[in-house]
């Protein structure tokens, strides 16, 4: 498994590693001519920014050529996720991927023009999203079939 990561804070690339596989960093993978990735799953963990992917990650699909047979799809958020969701879809529908499984992880908000983090950091026994997203940290690949 392939997990491609974007991350400014450290969240997603905490979930990234929790996550697991060959991690690999959206900026990094940026910065080559040409990206190519195949594995039998590969997936994406980024921030929602304003409701929707970061610009550098819609730019990383549209630049990557991935080959998988199990796409997944995984976003942080602090206060809410918007459009999101069909964003990551239409994303990889253009990428020829099909989303297989899409998720996503809140955790403290960290926006500082608008969130205080020491407020935020008191949230957190109220979100509590590492119990709530026990179910992410296993991604698995469908077992290969037998022809």
């Known amino acids: 498994m392939i997990t491609c990561y974007f991350t400014a804070s ?27 990735i195949s594995d039998e799953a590969v997936g994406i963990v980024c921030p929602v920014y304003a409701g929707e992917m970061p610009a550098m990650v819609r730019a990383f699909m549209q630049k990557a050529r991935i080959h998988t047979d199990y796409f997944f799809f995984i976003y942080t958020y602090g206060m809410g996720y918007g459009e999101a969701f069909a964003h990551a879809e239409l ?57």
């Open 10 to 36: 450290g969240n997603c690339l905490y979930v990234a590693k929790r996550i697991g596989g060959t991690l690999l960093s959206i900026p990094q993978l940026m910065r080559q001519e040409t990206v190519e």
């Open 91 to 147: 994303a990889a529908q253009d990428a020829g991927l099909k989303l297989c499984y899409i998720n996503a992880i809140q955790m403290v908000d960290n926006y500082l023009p608008i969130f205080k983090m020491q407020e935020q950091i008191e949230t957190l026994p109220k979100k509590m999203w590492t119990g709530k997203s026990k179910r992410c940290w296993t991604i698995s690949a469908p077992a290969k079939r037998r022809r």
